[in-house]
Antibody, heavy 120, light 110 residues
Framework: QVKLLQSGAALVKPGASVKMSCKAS????????VSWVKQSHGRSLEWIGE????????KFNEKFKGKATLTVDKSPSTAYMELSRLTSEDSAIYYC?????????????WGQGVMVTVSS | DIVLTQSPALAVSLGQRATISCRAS??????????MHWYQQKPGQQPILFIY???NLPSSIPARFSGSGSGTDFTLTINPVQADDIATYYC?????????FGSGTKLEIK
């Protein structure tokens, strides 16, 4: 079955960067967008951006341009997101999610989330 | 950006109907599709897709859930509500980028 397995929680210092992973299985990795979504404590969901593994094409929420870098490694079917120049505002849970390339592009599968804590 | 507005909370009795609404700041429908989707999220868990394209249920979702609406006004209905349905429900539009989510409606037991 489809699974998105994310890397573990991270504690990072202000000003540093963090890179997290999302390993896909159970489907053809290159056929779907991999999106990243931020959920700050007790708050709603914000779409950061996404990458299409087949071509490496990316789309971003303007708010996160310059903050997030998205990459993929087709083998072993893993997407990565790096967040730079971290501040306390970046402390949150980050989810990866799968979206179809065609159609209405809803999120049909999600990873379990990565908790990032920014603290000195 | 398309803003999605949801009521923060809804209290219902077990066995009753729950109606959760989502209003978009502009239409998220075309002549062919409704680009509105609903997710359930329980504390400490990732969101789960419950409704796509306004009214379609994934195969794993119980038939007591239903969705309706078009244009700017959409509804998720649970009938009857069961204890396992207690969660926060988010609407999400994919009509245009950036993708946006509602602020979530927390379903509570009365």
């Amino acid at each position: 079955q489809v699974k998105l397995l994310q890397s573990g929680a991270a504690l990072v210092k202000p000003g540093a960067s963090v890179k997290m992973s999302c390993k896909a299985s159970g489907y053809t990795f290159t056929d779907y967008w991999v999106s990243w979504v931020k959920q700050s404590h007790g708050r709603s969901l914000e779409w950061i951006g996404e990458i299409y593994p087949n071509s490496g094409a990316t789309k971003f929420n303007e708010k996160f341009k310059g903050k997030a870098t998205l990459t993929v490694d087709k083998s072993p079917s893993t997407a990565y997101m790096e967040l730079s120049r971290l501040t306390s505002e970046d402390s949150a849970i980050y989810y990866c999610g799968r979206r179809a390339y065609y159609g209405t592009n809803y999120f049909d599968y999600w990873g379990q989330g990565v908790m990032v804590t920014v603290s000195s | 950006d398309i803003v999605l507005t949801q009521s923060p909370a809804l209290a219902v009795s077990l066995g009753q109907r729950a109606t959760i609404s989502c209003r978009a700041s502009q239409s998220v429908s075309t002549s062919s599709y409704d680009f509105m989707h609903w997710y359930q999220q329980k504390p400490g868990q990732q969101p789960i897709l419950f409704i796509y394209d306004a009214f379609n249920l994934p195969s794993s979702i119980p038939a007591r859930f239903s969705g309706s609406g078009s244009g700017t006004d959409f509804t998720l209905t649970i009938n009857p509500v069961q204890a396992d349905d207690i969660a926060t429900y988010y609407c999400q539009q994919s009509r245009e980028l950036p993708l946006t989510f509602g602020s979530g409606t927390k379903l509570e037991i009365k």
